[in-house]
């Protein structure tokens, strides 16, 4: 009987945590803020790829979103980010996305909106 009321609290704990979590957001003057679409080959799913990714681009100090457009038929998937063009060139989405497993991500083109 303990081992089931065990593994329901770690149950519980395991849920209750992931519901709890907020993404952080990091603020933008409008004036400075440019919306980057990275067209990305080599994704082969989007939770666990594109998920990496999106963690990777959000750790750069000028970015502010990430988000993972990704479609299994298409070879080519898109990540849409937020950032800010004052403290970020679109070179280091390319270096970032690119050092991301050992190289198993290119990237095919950068458009900057």
């Known amino acids: ?53 999106k963690k990777e681009l959000k750790e750069l100090d000028c970015v502010a979103s990430a988000n993972i457009e990704f479609d299994a038929e298409n070879p080519v998937d898109i990540a849409v980010v937020e950032f800010d063009k004052s403290q970020c060139e679109e070179q280091a989405f390319v270096d970032k996305i690119q050092a991301i497993g050992d190289g198993n991500y290119h990237v095919k083109s950068v458009s900057i909106q």
């Not at 609290?9 to 993404?23: D, H, K, P, T, Y």
């Open 1 to 53: 009987m303990n081992k089931y009321i065990s593994l329901f609290i770690v149950a519980f704990a395991l849920v209750f945590n992931s519901c709890g979590e907020v993404e952080e957001t990091k603020h933008i003057d409008a004036a400075n803020l440019g919306v980057a679409h990275i067209e990305i080959e080599g994704m082969m799913c989007g939770e666990g790829c594109g998920g990496k990714i």
